[in-house]
């Protein structure tokens, strides 16, 4: 069973920065297509950022503001999240699955972490 583990989230002032990191508990880490997606209460998980093993995508929402990058050596995947605004607070959740197929459908991944909460204060 693979298993992905988050963390680094907080509280943080509008303005603010954090680093998420996200584990992952399979040898064949380097095969996943990783994503990242959040989800604030009484909203749908919506996509956040995502790679492969050399090209990323971001939703307009997070562009210029937010970073993922991946480290094939330590089987975790990173979400640096700069500028942060109040509308940035949610949970936010690993993903992984095997093809970058749709990868902005959350319905796509395979397998997800338990979610690290992100607030920001304004």
């Known amino acids: 069973q693979v298993q992905l583990v988050e963390s680094g989230g907080g509280l943080v002032q509008a303005g603010g920065s954090l680093k998420l990191s996200c584990v992952v508990s399979d040898p064949t880490f380097t095969t996943y297509f990783m994503g990242w997606f959040r989800q604030a209460p009484g909203t749908e998980r919506e996509f956040v950022a995502a790679i492969s093993w050399s090209r990323t995508y971001y939703a307009d929402s997070v562009k210029e503001r937010f970073t993922i990058s991946r480290d094939n050596a330590k089987n975790t995947v990173y979400l640096r999240l700069n500028s942060l605004r109040p509308e940035d607070t949610a949970v936010y959740y690993c993903?992984?699955?095997?093809?970058?197929?749709?990868?902005?459908?959350?319905?796509?991944?395979?397998?997800w972490g338990q979610g690290t909460q992100v607030t920001v204060s304004s």
């Open positions: 993903a992984a699955k095997r093809s970058s197929n749709y990868y902005y459908n959350h319905a796509t991944y395979a397998y």
